[in-house]
């Protein structure tokens, strides 16, 4: 009986010890920026940027996870890879914003760890808008004939396509 309690509380000791000895990981990942704001692009057409992502001195060690994009599919990452990082080590990542339509458009970059919980995130915005094209009248381009020691004014107007309201205009004149 005494040997069996001997055993026993000899086991307890290995196990508070064993527990002891394990520490939670915790990680601090931060970005250069607050915030990724990619402007105005044209609809169906990209615009990459860089993000520097580092794990900080108050990490307890070595961070392994993945880079996932969420909430716009307008935002993308060519980084499939497991992300690695040691203590203060940092790695750039590569995001692209390519709208599909006339619209603004907001998503977030998270980073999770192996276990699939959320780390950090940074925040990702951009606009969808049109290309810029005009239409052309060139019937109201002619000057007509101009008799010489006369002049005639003539005025040109760019309309916007998508946006008839935006309008252009400028005076051009011939003196002959």
């Known amino acids: 009986m005494k040997s069996s309690l001997n055993l026993l509380l000899f086991i307890l000791i290995l196990l508070t010890t064993a527990c002891d000895d394990k520490k939670e990981s915790s990680f601090e990942l931060v970005f250069d920026?607050?915030?990724?704001q990619f402007g105005k692009a044209q609809v169906n057409?990209?615009?990459?940027?860089?993000?520097r992502i580092k794990n900080?001195?108050?990490s307890t060690?070595?961070?392994?996870?993945?880079?996932?994009?969420?909430?716009s599919p307008a935002f993308s990452t060519s980084f499939n890879t497991l992300l690695t990082l040691q203590k203060n080590e940092s790695k750039e990542i590569d995001i692209?914003?390519?709208?599909?339509?006339?619209?603004v458009y907001s998503g977030k970059m998270n980073i999770?760890?192996?276990d699939e919980n959320f780390v950090s995130e940074i925040y990702l915005y951009g606009e969808g808008i049109t290309p810029v094209s005009f239409s052309l009248d060139k019937s109201k381009l002619e000057f007509g004939l101009v008799?010489?020691?006369n002049s005639k004014n003539l005025d040109l107007s760019l309309i916007h396509?998508?946006?008839p309201t935006r309008l252009l205009s400028i005076a051009f004149g011939v003196f002959c």
């Open 147 to 149: 008799k010489s020691g």
């Open 61 to 71: 060690g070595t961070f392994t996870g993945k880079v996932k994009i969420v909430d």
């Open 56 to 58: 900080t001195e108050n």
């Open 161 to 163: 396509i998508s946006e």
């Open 45 to 51: 057409q990209y615009v990459t940027k860089k993000v």
């Open 112 to 114: 999770l760890d192996e």
């Open 33 to 36: 920026q607050e915030e990724v």
């Open 96 to 103: 692209t914003f390519s709208p599909t339509a006339c619209q």
